[in-house]
């Protein structure tokens, strides 16, 4: 039997849900090292961080808090996760590999698993219905491949290397079909649009198209390797082309 990724989310009467609950403009992100958590915060509006930080320690000691941006990085005394009532507490199977972090938006605490036995996932979600947990399933799918590399693939391992004009060449291509066959549109005209010139688009475009190949590749490298019948089994080869 194939593995599975599940992510769903579940709301509770949870400090860091109802954080979010209570402030929209605010992401939470959950890391746990079995010592201390380490919790991203990403805000639309700086100025909520002091109230944030108020909600927060009433039920967590802040030891650490690091300032970078619009994000911050607050390390608490204890880990919080796994306690009495908690989504975590109901995840000793160890059929079932929770991959973090943990994320709280709009009052909805957002997990993702990998099951290595599909039944057990139905029983954790019944169990947490009936012990009161409203929860709802984002995705369920098989899984085929290897975890470390699902797990390794990040959006900073991917992009973090774009300069913001890189990003705007590439996805100002893209809105102009110039990824589709045939092509929607060529460069000198997009960069007509964007008041440029066309070697200095061509520049742009190039260097982000190369910076996300290179980060690809390992993994592309990784996929490769999963069997043919396998990658059939999965619908994950069409055709020839």
Request: include cysteine; charged fraction near 25%; aromatic fraction near 8%.
């Amino acid at each position: 039997m194939p593995l599975f990724e599940v992510v769903f989310r579940a709301k509770y009467d949870n400090p860091l849900s109802k954080i979010t609950m209570d402030r929209p403009s605010v992401k939470i992100f959950q890391w746990c090292n079995d010592k201390h958590d380490i919790m991203e915060l990403v805000m639309q509006k700086k100025e909520d961080y002091g109230q944030i930080r108020n909600d927060m320690s009433k039920s967590v000691e802040i030891v650490e808090e690091i300032h970078n941006g619009a994000n911050t990085h607050v390390i608490t005394q204890m880990c919080t996760c796994g306690g009495p009532g908690t989504v975590q507490n109901y995840l000793g199977d160890p059929s079932l590999l929770l991959i973090p972090p943990i994320a709280y938006e709009n009052g909805w605490e957002h997990l993702r698993l990998i099951a290595f036995k599909h039944e057990n996932v139905k029983k954790l979600l019944s169990k947490l219905g009936r012990d009161g947990f409203e929860v709802e399933i984002i995705r369920k799918k098989p899984f085929d491949g290897y975890i470390a590399s699902s797990l390794t693939l990040t959006t900073d391992a991917l992009f973090s290397g774009l300069t913001e004009k890189q990003v705007h060449a590439l996805l100002t291509a893209y809105a102009q079909g110039y990824f589709r066959f045939p092509r929607g549109s060529d460069l000198q005209t997009i960069a007509s649009k964007e008041k440029i010139s066309r070697t200095t688009f061509l520049e742009h475009l190039k260097k982000a198209e190369n910076k996300i190949i290179s980060a690809l590749i390992p993994h592309i490298q990784l996929f490769r390797q999963i069997p043919q019948e396998r990658k059939h089994a999965m619908g994950l080869v069409h055709g020839s082309s």
